[in-house]
């Protein structure tokens, strides 16, 4: 089992920045693949980004792309998004999830363990 835990999410003007962090428990953190994904009130969680277990590869939905970065640091078991230019419509619960393959995935049910999410709200 592994638990996952972000931290980060805060209240910032538009064209702020904020960098979100997930923690993982367990040992097997450098054999998962990580994303992050966000919640807006009414709407469903959607796809925000992707790394793979090694971090030589990412993804990111098409409305972040340029703003948007994803890292991790394995020794640390942690993910980040970096978030740039923030935007109102960035405003979302955030999600760090983890996937018990290396290669990196864009849709949740790919996913196989979630954290509880972290709130970003980006006033205008």
């Known amino acids: 089992q592994v638990q996952l835990v972000e931290s980060g999410g805060d209240l910032v003007q538009a064209g702020g920045s904020l960098r979100l962090s997930c923690v993982a428990s367990?040992?097997?953190?450098?054999?998962?693949?990580m994303g992050w994904f966000r919640q807006a009130p009414g709407k469903e969680r959607e796809f925000v980004a992707t790394?793979?277990?090694?971090?030589?590869?990412?993804d990111y939905a098409d409305s972040v792309k340029g703003r948007f970065t994803i890292s991790r640091d394995n020794a640390k078991n942690t993910v980040y998004l970096e978030m740039n230019s923030l935007k109102p419509e960035d405003t979302a619960v955030y999600y760090c999830?983890?996937?018990?393959?290396?290669?990196?995935?864009?849709?949740?049910?790919?996913?196989?363990?979630w954290g509880q999410g972290t709130q970003v709200t980006v006033s205008s």
């Open positions: 367990g040992r097997t953190f450098s054999s998962y693949a």
């Open positions: 790394i793979t277990a090694g971090g030589g590869n990412t």
């Open positions: 999830a983890a996937r018990r393959f290396p290669g990196r995935a864009l849709f949740r049910n790919m996913y196989d363990y």
